[in-house]
């Protein structure tokens, strides 16, 4: 201190470039978890450590009408698949139906109106099936209204067996965003996010007007290197996924993306090269870093060339179908 020997740094976290903390002296006992900025003055470091801390203050308090609204939207979801579910268990009787009216017809011959049962053999697995019979009603009238039981809950449960995968597909996406979010360093990725959201009719009457009038145009992706020097390009939102994954690469690019989590897709520019295996462990590190997986001992990862990945008709951005596939099994804390 009497030397005035200052070295000036902020340190910022290595997984998330957010700054969280400063010093102004060397700083030797951080390795891969931050890296060190330096700054020729202790007036300097001040100035733009705190300028870094409130523009992240600002931007939290933006994402939190966000979050808001999409955890309302996924608390909606859940109940409503709960019921929807619940209805669904339902119909699990519409085999049976359809076998009590198969066999009422089989005994027709034996049965009256005014019996209120039916005891018979199935045929098809020689169990004895008791069958309950409607008393008021001739026994083909029974046979008929078991077969209309069947037809309700079989179309019931076609239709609720969509909402449900809908549903679930939805719930999803909102997935997706809740880890954009987590990528947004800046006012301009907020912004993007809102209006993703926007166009898909969430937050408001204005998605159906943005849907109309234009179509949404993506933020430049991040970009990365290999270490072999091949281009890594990674979305940080569902917007710059669908652009790199349906637009930028080549088909013979290979696409990374953490298995049954949501994440950013990850491109390798390959210009029809192969690269060598440190090269795909590194993309795959770099998917699982920019994902909501855990920090568990190995994180699954798939991968795949550009041309088995396809995009539904009409489906969220983000969203993709791929066969086949590899998976890599890599730890999300590796240093990239």
């Not at 698949?81 to 017809?105: N, P, R």
Request: proline share 5%; aromatic share 10%.
């Amino acid at each position: 201190i009497r030397s005035h020997a200052f070295s000036p740094c902020i340190l910022v976290r290595t997984l998330d470039d957010k700054p969280f903390a400063y010093s102004y002296f060397p700083l030797t006992h951080f390795s891969s978890e931050a890296r060190i900025i330096p700054y020729d003055s202790p007036s300097q470091l001040l100035e733009e450590y705190h300028g870094k801390r409130e523009n992240e203050q600002r931007k939290a308090q933006k994402s939190v009408d966000i979050t808001r609204l999409l955890k309302n939207a996924k608390s909606r979801l859940h109940k409503k698949i709960f019921v929807q579910e619940e209805e669904l268990a339902d119909t699990a009787g519409a085999i049976s139906c359809k076998k009590a009216g198969e066999l009422i017809f089989q005994e027709l011959y034996r049965l009256k109106k005014g019996d209120h049962t039916l005891v018979a053999i199935d045929y098809e697995t020689g169990e004895t099936i008791t069958v309950k019979l409607d008393p008021r009603y001739p026994p083909a009238v029974n046979a008929n209204q078991y077969y209309k039981d069947y037809n309700r809950k079989k179309n019931a449960k076609e239709k609720l067996s969509e909402q449900l995968e809908q549903a679930r597909r939805e719930l999803q996406y909102i997935d997706t965003v809740l880890d954009a979010l987590t990528r947004a360093k800046t006012e301009a990725d907020l912004a993007q996010i809102r209006e993703e959201l926007s166009h898909w009719d969430y937050g408001g009457k204005q998605g159906h007007h943005a849907r109309k009038k234009q179509k949404l145009r993506p933020h430049p992706p991040i970009k990365l290197q290999t270490p072999s020097g091949y281009t890594l390009m990674v979305g940080k939102n569902n917007l710059q996924n669908d652009e790199l994954t349906t637009h930028i690469a080549d088909k013979n690019d290979w696409w990374f993306h953490v298995k049954d989590y949501p994440g950013s897709h990850v491109i390798m520019i390959t210009g029809g090269e192969e690269p060598p295996i440190e090269d795909f462990t590194f993309a795959a590190q770099t998917a699982a870093v920019y994902s909501s997986a855990g920090a568990g001992a190995k994180v699954a990862v798939d991968y795949t060339k550009i041309r088995h990945i396809k995009k539904p008709a009409g489906s969220r951005p983000g969203y993709v179908t791929y066969d086949p596939y590899w998976t890599a099994y890599v730890s999300k804390g590796d240093s990239l």
